[in-house]
């Protein structure tokens, strides 16, 4: 299985939380599964962390790209389609975050299961999206 993991889903993987569902978790474990995680997650992260908003312990940032690649995560970084597809992605529930919009727009275009615990997220099914959690 081809998985991508949305920002959420990357922080608890690299933290170990609990909040990561066993059902996300046992696919992670999966030698079969093969991961990606986008630029776009990273890029949420940086902000997030350089405006005060999230801590992780034990993470450092500029390193994360080398740990992720490490052990068998594939970066992806963001086509120009991908940019311009987010224009006809519709908007559900007042869902406006554009860094999960993108993550889905990512995840259709590559044929990758999302892996999100977003409980607006599954709207997108209808519209081809693989989602787990």
Request: charged share 20%.
């Amino acid at each position: 299985m081809n998985v991508l993991l949305d920002t959420c889903a990357l922080i608890w993987t690299l933290t170990d939380d609990p909040k990561l569902s066993q059902t996300a978790r046992a696919i992670l474990r999966d030698p079969a599964t093969v991961t990606h995680v986008s630029a776009v997650s990273l890029l949420e992260m940086a902000i997030k962390i350089s405006i005060g908003k999230l801590a992780i312990e034990g993470v450092s940032l500029p390193s994360l790209p080398d740990v992720l690649t490490a052990h068998g995560a594939r970066l992806i970084a963001v086509e120009p389609a991908e940019a311009v597809a987010l224009a006809a992605l519709p908007f559900y529930d007042g869902h406006h975050d554009p860094f999960d919009r993108l993550l889905v727009v990512q995840a259709m275009r590559r044929n990758l299961t999302l892996v999100s615990p977003d409980d607006k997220i599954p709207h997108y099914r209808q519209h081809g999206l693989a989602l787990i959690w």
